[in-house]
Nanobody
């Protein structure tokens, strides 16, 4: 099983980035996927997640990113994406994706993740 986040980089405040999470060795039909971030000196924060179903899936967003970030996925490519708009310096962090073998097709969350990927660094300058 492997999850690999990519797409990070440096951007000015107000800009956008699209992160990708390439998933291998597991099926998005069976796993919910979540995005987390961790800034230096801060705790890891769950920011968005998407449930495992192909249709009528559930998405969640943390308060800090609600309305600015959008999570999506492509089951055919085994990819999960995080579109990040209106980026601010406080969004600077290492971003990770993780998978949860949930049995609830209408659930996603930020606890008890089964697999983690390596992160990708996002730096937002003012």
């Amino acid at each position: 099983v492997q999850l690999q986040a990519s797409g990070g980089g440096s951007v000015q405040a107000g800009g956008s980035l699209r992160l990708s999470c390439a998933v291998s060795g597991l099926s998005l039909d069976l796993y919910a996927v979540s995005w987390f971030r961790q800034a230096p000196g801060k705790e890891r924060e769950g920011i968005s997640c998407i449930s495992k179903t192909r249709l009528r899936y559930v998405t969640k967003y943390g308060e800090s990113v609600q309305g600015r970030f959008t999570i999506s996925k492509d089951h055919t490519k085994n990819m999960v994406y995080l579109q990040m708009n209106s980026l601010q310096p406080e969004d600077s962090a290492v971003y990770y994706c993780a998978a949860d073998r949930t049995h609830n097709s209408r659930y996603c969350g930020f606890d008890d993740m089964n697999y983690w990927g390596k992160g990708t660094l996002v730096t937002v300058s003012s």
